[in-house]
T-cell receptor, first 117, second 111 residues
Framework: DAGVIQSPRHEVTEMGQEVTLRCKPI?????LFWYRQTMMRGLELLIY????????DSGMPEDRFSAKMPNASFSTLKIQPSEPRDSAVYFC???????????????FGPGTRLTVT | AQSVTQLDSHVSVSEGTPVLLRCNYS??????LFWYVQHPNKGLQLLLK??????LVKGINGFEAEFKKSETSFHLTKPSAHMSDAAEYFC?????????FGAGTILRVKS
């Protein structure tokens, strides 16, 4: 398997522009997670899906952020409008896990490094 | 609520000497625990996991961790450090329906 695939790997954009990050989970995995990593705040869970349904979006910082999972093999994280403080590395991860607690490990993609100027 | 505390933000060892990265956890039920490693500019990779089977868990690249319920600890060890072990390590607990990450420990390996 190719693992979790994220695109683009690097994104540089100007403040106010829309940014869309993409993720393809491992085939057969039914849970998908979006994380943000910064030096100041470490690794933060933004949102996660189970069977394409958003289960917990309490980590989404504000309404400028939205995520979708239209099918089992694709998810997007959109920021509109983007701000300099959104600069971070965004990771997508997938697992076989279910909704209510399990021990399945998550497999991480290589991340998208976002810079908003 | 489940949580993990990594006791050292930075650890420095010489190549060939043992590695110890410390992690304490808090959980209201029998936890699942993980160690992940992140090399510079890379994604996170699973090193090992504990899921209530053997308390001594062996992982990849010679790492192992021991689950000690009485001490609520899950420390990561390796007998002999290699230069390629230099990375950031995360202790993680299963927080019900999502993973809860520690703040990370940066391991530096000196030649």
């Amino acid at each position: 398997d190719a693992g979790v695939i994220q695109s683009p790997r690097h994104e540089v954009t100007e403040m106010g522009q829309e940014v869309t990050l993409r993720c393809k989970p491992i085939s057969g995995h039914n849970s998908l997670f979006w994380y943000r990593q910064t030096m100041m705040r470490g690794l933060e869970l933004l949102i996660y899906f189970n069977n394409n349904v958003p289960i917990d979006d309490s980590g989404m910082p504000e309404d400028r952020f939205s995520a979708k999972m239209p099918n089992a093999s694709f998810s997007t994280l959109k920021i509109q409008p983007s701000e300099p403080r959104d600069s971070a590395v965004y990771f997508c991860a997938s697992s076989l896990g279910g909704v209510a607690g399990d021990s399945y490990e998550q497999y991480f993609g290589p991340g998208t490094r976002l810079t908003v100027t | 609520a489940q949580s993990v505390t990594q006791l050292d933000s930075h650890v420095s060892v010489s190549e060939g000497t043992p590695v110890l990265l410390r992690c304490n956890y808090s959980s209201s039920y029998s936890p699942s625990l993980f160690w992940y490693v992140q090399h510079p500019n890379k994604g996170l990779q699973l090193l090992l996991k504990y899921t209530s089977a053997a308390t001594l868990v062996k992982g990849i690249n010679g790492f192992e961790a021991e689950f000690k319920k009485s001490e609520t600890s899950f420390h990561l060890t390796k007998p002999s450090a290699h230069m390629s072990d230099a990375a950031e390590y995360f202790c993680v607990v299963n927080g019900g329906n999502k993973l809860v990450f520690g703040a990370g420990t940066i391991l530096r390996v000196k030649s």
